[in-house]
């Protein structure tokens, strides 16, 4: 999957598509490119003040776009429910779920590695996916283009010593949401799956500010989060039978 090649609006024209965490770099540009596309926006994070700006700024850059934010706390399976619920209603379909929430803890080798790290891994990347699966699974279901994305990385296929929790962490996201894939698949029967779970695996994410503060970086297979929210914004342009269940790749597969 080429990431920089532009997707085509129309896929995404009148869509309503949830991102859970938006604040950060990647949120920020996804919601940027979503809402160019002419989908209709509903963002999430747990930190009110980043997601507020994150909405506004896409809102400024697309006069006329619809874009909202709510603070949810997506460890909470109710709250995610409850989210679920208010933007079918509240937009009378929900077309996507973009699954953004990350994090990173690591140590200097497989020794070194605390526990510590995987308790908050296990919260912030395991059950934060948990959560936003089970409260749209339905919802997802009920469109005519529904669509489960997962952020992963490299590091679930080829963990190294000291990234050993947030490896397993990765790892097993991915496993949930392959199983989510497999339900759409069983609901589709032999006509094939109206929804689709799918999984774009980076290396690490790279954005402008992070350039800035190591000018001479070079980011080696590294994902732009604006090639990234182009990879996001394409996941429309093809069909739920040739997506569901895809690990598509954004870095060089190790």
């Known amino acids: 999957m080429n990431a920089t090649d532009r997707a085509d609006s129309g896929a995404l024209e009148g869509a309503v598509v949830a991102v859970a965490g938006a604040a950060g770099p990647a949120g920020r540009a996804t919601l940027l490119r979503l809402a160019e596309a002419g989908a209709t926006v509903v963002a999430s994070d747990a930190n009110p003040e980043r997601l507020a700006e994150a909405v506004d700024a896409a809102r400024y850059a697309h006069g006329g776009a619809t874009v909202t934010g709510d603070t949810v706390d997506l460890l909470d399976p109710a709250a995610a429910r409850d989210w679920a619920f208010k933007t079918e209603k509240e937009f009378g379909r929900v077309d996507g779920l973009v699954h953004l929430v990350g994090g990173w803890r690591g140590s200097a080798g497989f020794a070194e590695t605390s526990l510590a790290d995987w308790d908050f891994l296990e919260k912030l990347l395991i059950r934060t996916v948990q959560s936003t699966s089970l409260a749209f699974q339905?919802?997802?279901?009920?469109?005519?283009?529904?669509?489960?994305?997962?952020?992963?990385?490299?590091?679930?296929?080829?963990?190294?010593?000291?990234?050993?929790?947030?490896?397993?962490?990765?790892?097993?996201?991915?496993?949930?949401?392959?199983?989510?894939?497999?339900?759409?698949?069983?609901?589709?029967?032999?006509?094939?799956?109206?929804?689709?779970?799918?999984?774009?695996?980076?290396?690490?994410?790279?954005?402008?500010?992070?350039?800035?503060?190591?000018?001479?970086?070079?980011?080696?297979?590294?994902?732009?989060?604006?090639?990234?929210?182009?990879?996001?914004?394409?996941v429309w342009d093809r069909s739920a039978g040739e997506l569901n269940g895809q690990r598509l790749w954004l870095t060089p597969q190790p």
């Open 138 to 234: 339905d919802v997802l279901g009920r469109s005519d283009r529904g669509r489960y994305v997962l952020i992963s990385a490299a590091g679930a296929s080829s963990p190294t010593a000291g990234n050993a929790a947030y490896s397993a962490s990765k790892a097993a996201a991915e496993a949930w949401t392959l199983a989510l894939a497999d339900s759409f698949r069983k609901a589709g029967g032999d006509q094939g799956p109206t929804a689709a779970a799918a999984i774009l695996v980076v290396k690490a994410l790279v954005h402008d500010a992070m350039r800035a503060e190591r000018p001479n970086a070079k980011f080696a297979g590294f994902t732009d989060v604006q090639e990234l929210a182009e990879a996001i914004a394409g």
